[in-house]
């Protein structure tokens, strides 16, 4: 269920992170992925998902995707992150894509990535508005180009996640 309200709702603190027992799942399900996914599968998943992203974002009308809305927790999505627009969730994912993509090119060349990522670093900016679909299209393309490019991924240098 979700509600629209004028009046941004008591949330935890951005960083403030999953449930620990959801954390250790998401992870565990996140290595089996890996695990049984061929670059080619997860590459067409990742796709497939952003063009729906997409989609559902256009269905609405722009003024729509610019106010906040309160959704239900729902696993992998932390307190903080429930009270956002449709633009908010596309610059998200668009700052998340746009990282992901600078880790991997510094892992694959053996070469820690020297910033440490954290989730409240990869808040939206609350006047996201609609060239952030662009954006966002542009950060899944530089995303998919660059794994494409680099191939497999299993390299020994790690970088913590968030």
């Known amino acids: 269920m979700s509600s629209r309200t004028?009046?941004?709702?008591?949330?935890?603190?951005?960083?403030?992170?999953?449930?620990?027992f959801e954390l250790a799942w998401l992870r565990i399900l996140f290595r089996f992925a890996c695990r049984v996914m061929s670059l080619h599968a997860g590459l067409r998943w990742?796709?497939?998902?952003?063009?729906?992203?997409?989609?559902?974002?256009?269905?609405a009308a722009a003024a729509q995707c610019t106010v906040p809305?309160?959704?239900?927790?729902?696993?992998?999505?932390?307190?903080?992150?429930?009270?956002?627009?449709?633009?908010?969730?596309?610059?998200?994912l668009r700052i998340v894509d746009e990282g992901i993509t600078q880790i991997l090119e510094a892992l694959t060349d053996n070469r820690l990535f020297g910033q440490e990522v954290r989730i409240q670093?990869?808040?939206p900016n609350p006047r996201s508005g609609p060239d952030t679909i662009n954006r966002f299209l542009?950060?899944?393309g530089g995303y998919e180009s660059?794994?494409?490019?680099?191939?497999?991924?299993?390299?020994h240098v790690r970088h913590p996640y968030p």
């Open 69 to 92: 809305v309160l959704i239900d927790r729902v696993v992998g999505i932390e307190d903080s992150s429930r009270y956002w627009s449709v633009f908010m969730v596309l610059d998200h």
């Open 121 to 123: 670093d990869v808040k």
């Open 138 to 140: 542009k950060a899944v």
């Open 46 to 59: 990742f796709k497939f998902e952003a063009r729906r992203i997409v989609a559902l974002a256009g269905r």
């Open 6 to 20: 004028t009046v941004p709702p008591q949330l935890e603190a951005p960083g403030a992170g999953l449930p620990a």
């Open 146 to 155: 660059t794994v494409t490019r680099l191939g497999r991924l299993g390299h």
